[in-house]
């Protein structure tokens, strides 16, 4: 059973307008989040991410939101650039957990066009 | 600071044979993850080694075995190969062991069986 779900295979965004990825988890131990980004032939390259005590955390055209309630997150990307045509890994870990294992969302492949 | 290098990039093998992928993580990490990709699944957790032990360990069967050596460069090793273990696998090193640590991936190794 999947314990981490982007439901959006894909996105199609036109330049300059905003992207938002959507990630839903299951598990109510994970309290860390984290977004990834891949390009086809390169490992995924760490995005943004947060913790479970905050709902809202930035870094220049990236934000993540985090509802707790809902198992919910996303990742809003203002303004969108063809350069951030990549896939999006959603990921979530549990902090007590020993050792380090994230488990990933099957991903959201974005295209922005100019 | 050099990056996670895997090698080698790309393998085929057939159905029955066995395997090894190499991971050197970057320098001063001692926590090496190694993850699958597929199509189907995308990106899933295989097992996390720290200082020469395993600490955690994804859902595979036992024909997937990895260990880590003292200079925190680790090996997985695939035996009894299937058709279903053609996938992309990834290593990523971390600085600590714990949830709240970004991860490094490296490029991956894509293996495919004949």
């Known amino acids: 059973d999947q314990q981490v779900k982007q439901n959006s295979p894909s996105l199609s965004v036109q330049e300059g307008r905003i992207s938002i990825l959507n990630c839903d988890y299951t598990n109510s131990m994970f309290d860390y989040f984290l977004w990834y980004k891949k390009y086809p032939a390169e490992g995924p390259t760490f995005l943004i991410s947060?913790?479970?005590?905050?709902d809202k955390n930035e870094d220049g055209r990236f934000t993540v939101f985090l509802n707790k309630s809902a198992k919910h997150l996303s990742l809003h990307i203002v303004p969108s650039q063809p350069g951030d045509s990549a896939v999006y890994f959603c990921?979530?870990?549990?902090?007590?957990?020993?050792?380090?294992?994230?488990?990933f969302g099957k991903g959201t492949t974005l295209s922005v066009s100019s | 600071k050099a990056g996670v290098t895997q090698t080698p990039r790309y393998l085929i093998k057939t159905r029955g044979q066995q395997v090894t992928l190499s991971c050197s993580p970057i320098?001063?990490?001692?926590?090496v993850s190694w993850y699958q990709q597929t199509p189907g699944q995308g990106l899933q957790f295989l097992f996390e080694y720290f200082s020469e032990t395993q600490r955690n360990k994804g859902n595979f069967p036992g024909r997937f075995s990895g260990r880590q050596f003292s200079n925190s460069r680790s090996e997985m090793n695939v035996s009894t190969l299937e058709l279903g273990d053609s996938a992309l696998y990834l290593c990523a090193s971390s600085s600590l062991t714990g949830a709240l640590n970004e991860q490094f991936f490296g490029p991956g190794t894509r293996l495919t069986v004949l």
């Open positions: 320098s001063g990490h001692r926590s």
């Open positions: 947060i913790s479970s005590i905050k």
């Open positions: 990921a979530a870990s549990e902090a007590n957990q020993a050792g380090t294992a994230l488990i």
